[in-house]
């Protein structure tokens, strides 16, 4: 028994010495390694009980090991799992960095491993956040407005260990370069993009780790549910994120809004859209014609002026009345508020118009058929013999002489080019403005056929046309074998085209 209780002190003398040469903290922070950590407090209270145990004896040996067996009792110091060399999660927050925006949807911050938490901002700038429900896991933090502040976290994990976690907020105040847009269809591109401003765009908003720790804010307002755009009439304007900014597009005339919203900051932006409108967009007549007036409409009372491209071939007044005064085709532009809108006017000869017209008409008929071999008998047309009978009963045969036969195309493009009847040998684009109806155009679409240029087509230019959704463009009539009828087409300007003529001038 003596020798038991002698092994016993010199054990205890052990320990004590051990525990003596030990130096403890309080206190750590979310820096130092995850190792365990433990309090002067549970050093004491292990050493107490040591002291306890080496006073007892066998019989009261027995009993603490009763006790010890017995849940209800405090373990023993082997029993505890905070000895050192056993390692232990500390709290720790699901991010230390925070960007929110101001009037935002608030973000849930998580605490991890914590038994019991309090939370304290920076004193330098207290009132741009606010907290709530605040809990051991976790602080609702709302934005309020712009600056940067820090949150303090002091965590108690599961073994009584203190930790400082700290978590940098920036608060950024999102705003619109503009909230009212004025937008004209007349514009080569009725589009504008309005810029966010208050934010930067290649940080991450409300980063979690989780679902945004590799897209910014660009590139989310792509594809977050949080961040969305509509308008309030898809048939006035249409709106969407791109490239961190917003982009709206004219569709028609009209006053509508578009709503947006991004991490719970709403915004809505007047649009309206303007479209300048004549009451005609081409004119196609004839030298001697009567006056024609042109009307510009959706003003809202801003001056207009007139101006013509060519006076030789139309002249405008202040009010917009139109003198014919000579073949050709000319631009008259109505100038408003910054901006153009032009009507094509284009001046043929007498006979030329008059040409067109009955091609036109033959165009109509629904009993046309195309054939060569028929080409001069009635309701049949192959293409040159549809020029030449158009233009035979005023006079103009092409340089032909034979009573009852036609030209060949090519036959026709060089009476044009050797009579002074050419106005171009190649393709003319329709806003050129040089082509007038009644005009023949001259094709090569086979390659070498041993005749003039190799012309082997040909087609009458019918005029200028007009349409909202393509603009301004040109039509052909002509009699083709793919339809197997005359008919009329939009003018193309292509490499199969070798010449252009004008049979009549006067």
């Known amino acids: 028994m003596i020798k038991e209780n002698v092994r016993k002190e010199i054990c205890l003398l052990l320990i004590l010495s051990i525990v003596a040469s030990l130096t403890f903290s309080q206190t750590i922070y979310a820096t130092t390694a995850n190792a365990a950590v433990y309090t002067q407090k549970n050093i004491e209270k292990q050493s107490l009980r040591l002291a306890a145990e080496q006073k007892t004896d066998d019989l009261t040996a027995n009993q603490d090991q009763t006790s010890v067996d017995n849940p209800s009792e405090e373990p023993s110091v082997m029993d505890q799992t905070n000895l050192p060399g056993i390692s232990h999660e500390l709290p720790t927050l699901n991010t230390e960095h925070l960007h929110l925006i101001a009037g935002g949807i608030p ?36 934005p309020i407005t712009a600056g940067n502040t820090i949150l303090i976290v002091n965590a108690i994990g599961s073994d009584g260990t203190q930790t400082v976690l700290t978590c940098e907020i920036t608060v950024s105040e999102l705003s619109l370069a503009e909230e009212s847009v004025n937008l004209y269809l007349n514009d080569q591109n009725p589009n504008i993009d309005i810029a966010i401003q208050g934010i930067d765009l290649d940080t991450m908003y409300y980063e979690t780790g989780k679902d945004w720790q590799d897209q910014c804010i660009r590139d989310a307002m792509n594809t977050d549910v949080q961040c969305m755009i509509r308008t309030g009439n898809s048939k006035i304007a249409d709106a969407w994120f791109r490239d961190g900014s917003i982009h709206i597009k004219g569709i028609a005339k009209g006053i509508t809004n578009a709503r947006l919203t991004i991490y719970g900051v709403s915004f809505s932006i007047r649009i309206q859209v303007h479209h300048y409108t004549l009451n005609k967009y081409v004119i196609n007549t004839y030298k001697g014609s009567s006056v024609k007036s ?15 491209g060519n006076k030789n071939v139309a002249s405008v007044s202040k009010t917009g009345i139109v003198t014919i005064n000579g073949i050709g085709t000319t631009k008259i532009t109505a100038k408003v508020n910054g901006r153009k809108v032009i009507c094509i006017v284009s001046v043929s000869s007498p006979t030329a118009y008059r040409v067109v017209k009955d091609a036109r008409e033959i165009s ?21 013999s549809l020029v030449y009978r158009c233009y035979r009963p005023y006079g103009i045969r092409f340089g ?20 002074g009847h050419c106005i171009a040998e190649g393709a003319l684009e329709i806003l050129n403005c040089k082509l007038v109806p009644g005009d023949t155009i001259y094709y090569s679409f086979n390659g070498d056929n041993g005749r003039y240029m190799n012309i082997d087509h040909t087609a009458i230019f019918s005029g200028y046309a007009y349409d909202d959704s393509i603009g301004y463009y040109g039509t052909v009539i002509e009699a083709s074998s793919s339809s197997n009828t005359v008919t009329e087409r939009m003018y193309y300007s292509s490499d199969n085209i070798k010449l252009i003529g004008r049979p009549s001038k006067k």
């Open 107 to 142: 973000y849930e911050l998580q605490v991890l491993n914590a038994s019991n938490v309090s939370y304290e901002l920076s004193k330098e700038s207290p009132s741009i956040i606010d907290l709530s429900k605040e809990t051991a896991h976790s602080v609702v933090i709302t």
């Open 400 to 419: 032909y002489t034979h009573p009852t036969w036609a030209p060949t195309a090519a036959e026709e493009g060089f009476w044009c080019k050797k009579s």
């Open 294 to 308: 042109l009307k510009l409409k959706g003003t809202q009372g801003h001056k207009v002026t007139w101006i013509s």
């Open 364 to 384: 109509k008929k629904k009993n046309i058929q195309y054939s060569q071999n028929m080409r001069m008998s009635q309701n049949y047309y192959d293409c040159s």
